[in-house]
Structures are given as C-alpha cells and as structure tokens.
C-alpha cells in the first residue's frame, strides 16, 4: 500500500469514526508499511497507539482487508524525533520554589505529565452502587479544596474506572482551579522518569520537580512493588508532599496492604488517607454505561437503528469489565454502519461471537461454597464437613443445588467436593431445595440472591 492508498483508505474511514475521532485519532497514524500480514504505523505516542488499537484497530483491519491488502494485525511504533504532545501547561516557577531551587530550571525540562483522555470526564462517567463511593471521594478531591484525607487511595480490577475517575480529577481541577500544578501520571512513568534522572545524574531536579506539584496522581501504583530503588524514591515524594498538605491520589489494582513486594511502610503510609475501592459492575450500572455509550454514538453514527434487547443483552452477558463492554459496542457500531444494517439480536451474536464465548463466566464449587457460608453466616469447615445439624445441613444441600445449576459438574464430582460424599446425598439435598423453592419463600428468595451473587 502507498501513502497515497492509505490517504484515501483514511478518508473513508473519517466517514465511520467521525470528524471528531478522525482528528483526534485516526489522522496522526503515519502509515509505514505492509509486510508479512502486519501493517505498521508510526503513531506520536504509546498512548494513541494503544487506543487507536483498541477502539478502531478491528475497523482499520476490515478496511484494509476491503481494500484488498491482507493483514492480521497493526503495529503501532512510536516515533523516536516526533514531539509529543502531552496535556501540560508552562511550568511557573513560583517565588518560594526559586528559594528552595537556587538552579535555575533547564528549558527543555518538563512536568512529567501523561496525557489525559478527552472523554474521561466526570460528565461521562456512569454512576452506580459499584463505584458511588469512589465517585464521591473523586469529586470531592476534584473540588479543589482544603486537603481533608491524604491519599485518596483508589482500587479495583482491571477496567472499573480507576483512570477515568483520576482523568476527570484532573480535567475538573484545570477547569476549577487553574493555579494549581496537577500532575498526573502513571507508576510506570514514574519509575521511567526517575530511572533516567539516575542515568542523566539529575536527581536534584527530578526530586525538585516532584516535589513542586500541588495535587499529584499515580496511576497503577502495583507496578513499582517489587522495584526497590523507585519505591524509594516514590516514597520520599509522597512524604515530601504530604507534608506539605499536598493533595495526592493512587490507583492500584488491589487495596494497599495487599500488594506483594511492597515495603510496609509504604504500605500503611498509603492507607493513612481515605482507601476506596470499585468493585465489580452489577447489571444496572452496565446498562446504564452502556446506553450513555449509544447516546454519544447516535451523534457519531445518525440514522442508525438499535433493536431493543441488544443493550439488555449485553449488559447481561458481558459482566467482565467495563472495557471490554464499551469494546463491543464500538465493533457492533462501527460493523453495523459499515454494512448498513440495523443492530440486531442476530447481528449482534454474529459480530461479537469471540467476545461473548470470552465472557462466559464459568462458576467454580469453591465460589458456590464460599458465597453460600457467607450468606448463612457459616464456616466453611462446616458446610464440607461431616455435621449434620440442620443448620449445617440446609446450607449445604442449598449449595449443592446451586452446584448442579451453576457448574457443569456431574453428582459425583460434587459430592466429592463436599467432604467426598456420595452422589445419592448430592441428589437428595438437590431435590430437597427443589420442593423447598417451591413452597418456602425464604428459601425461594436466597436462591435467587445467591445465585445473582454468584453471576455477578
Ligand atoms: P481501570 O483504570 O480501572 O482499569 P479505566 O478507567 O481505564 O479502568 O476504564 C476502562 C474503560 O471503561 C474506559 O473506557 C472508561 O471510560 C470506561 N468506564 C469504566 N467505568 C465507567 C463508568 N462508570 N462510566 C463510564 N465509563 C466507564
Ligand atoms: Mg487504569
């Protein structure tokens, strides 16, 4: 392919993605070449890069495809001379800084700030049970005001809003508060920063740098456990600004005592301020994510029709991660303008049949146990062990049903599961909840609350 034939090939696209994304994403690729099924662009930053890949790689696939050229996979390179771009304003060297930095800053030198996404703001974040919390801390820390807790520790699994809600911090900070010096950035950068002061012998000013910010963020802080030197050093930055009342916020998949190869210290220093966590999506915070997601695209794609279940649909089977959720729609949006048809029931399960096989969520013994001794307030000993106490026993029978319902597990396996009893009990407790979920309206309700728990 020239340059030319991707020039064209970029104009096509600009009709699917719109003007909007275009610029922002599709119009800095610089295409380089097509060699052995994989097409390589030259992109200004990993950032795009990966979310060119991730938001219209499938597009920009069957486009070249169309096109005739035979491709499996793009390659995204970062160029080494291009200028980045990053969201940073001029750094003000303040009165009091010049005091405490009698070296006068290098011209080049730069905040080490990461660029933000535009559409990780507050107005597009969906709020629900699952993360209310989180969004509540978040907006008050974007708010700008008197430090009230230090750090605001934000954790959960991958893809639960972690980086949206310190984007939109950020974003809500440049807007209420321009005097303030926000940084924002990731763990990884961090240590990339400072392992490079260490080469350039310029650790004065990297420590002077950090130490200048006034609300600084790391995202993703899990990836420095285990690197002993950048640990160190994060540490002396967080105590150097916390001591000076400035506001810091951390994301991490896990809560902070619970991160491996982490020392103590730093450990208790990050649970000091105020520790939420996300948790997992339910399925009304899904929907809702997903309907705001179709409002945004009814601009991007007018005209196009949306039979209704689809959203309910994937709500339901995509409980994953809100990534891969906002994924799909993306590919059945984009698939779906393409060939010009309406988004279908049938549609939709043929363009996203990988997804939906990945995402089917398999529901081990272990789990039904664990939930359903939780739920009885038992221990777990107890609903495998021998006892046969009907408070014991109800439990039990009452996770062996779920076992047969949930699992693919045969009567046999489970019965072993359970202490190694024998598959004739497994039927019997089986059938025991059977006629109770009949006649027992308790018993009737704690099925189905279990059972939603458990597909969570
Ligand atoms: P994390 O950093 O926790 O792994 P991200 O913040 O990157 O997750 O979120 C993954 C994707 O899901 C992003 O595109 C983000 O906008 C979206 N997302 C997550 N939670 C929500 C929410 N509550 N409302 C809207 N979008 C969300
Ligand atoms: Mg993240």
Redesign the pocket.
């Known amino acids: 392919m020239t340059k030319e034939q991707w020039g064209q090939l970029k104009q096509s696209l600009m009709g699917t993605v719109g003007q909007s994304n275009f610029k922002n994403w599709i119009d800095p690729l610089e295409f380089d070449e097509i060699a052995e099924g994989v097409a390589t662009f030259t992109v200004p930053t990993t950032f795009l890069g990966n979310y060119v890949s991730r938001n219209f790689g499938d597009l920009i696939l069957h486009q070249l495809g169309q096109a005739g050229h035979t491709v499996r996979r793009l390659n995204f390179r970062v160029a080494a001379n291009m200028p980045t771009r990053p969201v940073t304003r001029p750094h003000a060297v303040r009165p009091d800084e010049v005091e405490a930095a009698p070296a006068p800053r290098a011209a080049d030198e730069q905040l080490p700030n990461a660029p933000l996404d535009s559409?990780?703001t507050f107005d597009?974040?969906?709020?629900?049970k699952p993360?209310e919390l989180a969004h509540a801390a978040a907006r008050r820390v974007a708010e700008g005001g008197p430090v009230t807790f230090n750090p605001l520790f934000l954790y959960?699994g991958?893809?639960?809003?972690?980086?949206?809600?310190m984007h939109a911090i950020a974003w809500e900070l440049q807007q209420r508060r321009p005097d303030l010096n926000v940084v924002y950035l990731s763990a990884e950068q961090f240590m990339y920063r400072f392992v490079q002061a260490l080469r350039d012998r310029k650790m004065m000013d990297f420590k002077q740098l950090f130490r200048s910010v006034d609300v600084l963020m790391v995202?993703d802080v899990q990836f420095i456990a285990g690197k002993d030197s950048t640990q160190e050093e994060f540490f002396h930055t967080f105590n150097a600004l916390v001591d000076q009342n400035k506001q810091i916020i951390i994301?991490a998949d896990r809560a902070p005592g619970e991160i491996k190869d982490m020392e103590e210290r730093i450990k208790s220093r990050l649970q000091c301020g105020l520790v939420v966590d996300?948790h997992p999506t339910d399925y009304e915070?899904r929907l809702g994510?997903l309907q705001?997601k179709v409002e945004q695209y009814r601009l991007q794609y007018p005209g196009l029709k949306l039979e209704s279940g689809v959203l309910e649909f994937l709500a339901h089977r995509i409980s994953t991660?809100?990534?891969v959720l906002?994924g799909a729609l993306t590919r059945l949006f984009a698939f779906a303008s393409l060939v010009g048809r309406p988004i279908t029931m049938a549609l939709t399960q043929d363009c996203l049949a990988d997804v939906l096989r990945a995402s089917e969520r398999k529901i081990t013994v272990e789990e039904i146990q664990r939930k359903v001794s939780e739920h009885y307030n038992i221990r777990l000993s107890d609903m495998i062990g021998p006892k046969r106490v009907r408070t014991f026993a109800r439990p039990r029978q009452i996770a062996m049903y779920l076992c047969k319902q949930l699992t693919s597990r045969s009567l046999p396996e489970i019965g072993r599961r359970f202490g190694g009893r024998d598959h004739t009990t497994v039927m019997h407790g089986v059938k025991k909840i059977e006629e109770l979920r009949a006649t027992d309206g308790q018993i009737a309700e704690d099925l189905e609350l279990l059972r939603r728990a458990l597909e969570a």
């Open positions: 559409r990780f597009t974040f969906v709020v629900g993360n959960g991958v893809g639960l809003g972690k980086t949206h809600l995202d994301s996300l915070l994510i705001s991660n809100v990534r906002e």
